[in-house]
Nanobody, 121 residues
Framework: VQLQASGGGWVQAGGSLRLSCATSGNSESTFRFSISVVGWYRQFPGKQRELVADITNFNRANYADFVEGRFTISRDNVKNTVYLQMNSLKPEDTAVYYC???????????WGQGTLVTVSS
């Protein structure tokens, strides 16, 4: 499964960005995407990736504590895309954001390329 992330960029503190992550269109990829937990992680320089939010194939969302209601994750299994709407961004949200699709029972774990989010004060 190839995941293509987009939507990163530069924004002033308090602003908003929407990240998107789409999978390729072949039937195997779209099937795996549809039955995966998909999510967004972020990574600071020299640090491990940390979960931002993820969402199950039943649309049950889970958020890291630091999100504090500012971000919303959603998925569209018709478009094979997961979104992360980020509002009220803070400079400390500056990081490289990665999308992920995993299914622990099936044993797969796919990562997209990172997209840089920069929030200026």
């Amino acid at each position: 499964v190839q995941l293509q992330a987009s939507g990163g960029g530069w924004v002033q503190a308090g602003g908003s960005l929407r990240l998107s992550c789409a999978t390729s269109g072949n039937s195997e990829s779209t099937f795996r995407f549809s039955i995966s937990v998909v999510g967004w992680y972020r990574q600071f320089p020299g640090k491990q990736r940390e979960l931002v939010a993820d969402i199950t194939n039943f649309n049950r969302a889970n958020y890291a504590d630091f999100v504090e209601g500012r971000f919303t994750i959603s998925r569209d299994n018709v478009k094979n895309t997961v979104y992360l709407q980020m509002n009220s961004l803070k400079p400390e949200d500056t990081a490289v954001y990665y999308c992920n699709a995993r299914n622990n029972m099936a044993g797969w774990d796919y990562w997209g390329q990172g997209t840089l989010v920069t929030v200026s004060s």
